[in-house]
């Protein structure tokens, strides 16, 4: 396969974006103030190019191999053997999505056990009743038989966002295993309706606990009301479209606020983040959010943007490939189209540098040798691979 090789270099410039607005995929359009500035240092990084995909959205590497799989919006999956180049489909038993607005096929995740199991997990957004919609995941079995042929089976829903609303935004529906195998963490927006994430009686607008199987898990904050309360890790969340452990086994969110206040957050069980009450941000219309400052009973996110960087995803790197940058949390954006590092201190983020890319990108991850892969967003987008130079 031809690769082009550019170099990439970063630009402290004015950056601006409103985060989760009509924009395409509801997730970034143009602001007015500038952004902070970071070092104007050259990028430690080459990217190669490879492939053409249709609105990817999320990136996973099968365990064990050199396959990365992609979920494309509209409800397709395909890979990408990043040893030698060939290209692969999943058919079989994939869900039907609801495509539309942000809505369509969602994460894709390998189940701890996959080695044995070959379960993987998907989310979408799926059609109810009456024009309206909301996120489900569900397993199957993956069996690839070919270099270039997947096909799922076994497969059924085993968790769904209630209730379903109308409107095409904040699936969220980002999956996360718990380092020790055992939970899966599941992130339901509030599907642009605010006030459902305060509502413990909803699991829109939250981070949920659950088995493997998709039932809640035993001894979560809200056990005791029973029903979909039983899933819910914390709540008071937006529109979480990246969900990671670090290292120490802590668990982080990151968020896109409205106009301003794009947030990552230290998740903790049973606390509440204060969505729609509190937010760095301030509406679309320009009315005023208060502040969490103002409100010390919410939980307040490690760090804040305003203007917004509209992330896609993240990942807390390994430093492997680039030392320096070991356990910071690296998060592709897609209204200012760039490639965002944090520090994290302690409980607190401190954003160290920002490079710039000619378009939209959505989800990031790392390789097994520390090289990073990211897909940019929308029709013809490429996959991006920044090696060391």
Known sequence: MRQIVTSVFILASALAAASCSAAPAGDSSAA???????????APYQVSTHGNFNQPWALAFEPGTSRLFITQRQGTVVFFDTATGTNGTVTGALPTVDYGGQGGLGDIAFAPDYATSKQIYLTWSE????????????????????NNACTLSDFSVIWRQTPKVNGRGHFSHRIAFSPDGKYLFLTSGDRQKGDPAQDLTTNLGKVLRLNLDGTPAAGNPFADRGGVSAEIWSYGHRSVLGLKFDSQGRLWELEHGPKGGDELNLIEPGKNYGWPIVSNGVNYDNSDIPDHSTRPEFQAPAISWNPVIAPGNFIFYSGRMWPEWRGEAIMPGLGPKLLVRVAIDGTQGREVARYNFDKRLRDVIEAPDGSMWIAEDGVDAKLLHLTRP
Do not use: H
Request: proline content about 10%.
């Open 32 to 42: 007015s103030t500038p952004a902070p500035t970071t070092p104007d240092t050259a």
């Open 127 to 146: 059609a109810g009743e009456g024009d309206t919609r909301g996120a489900a995941m569900g397993r199957g079995k993956l069996e690839c038989g070919s």
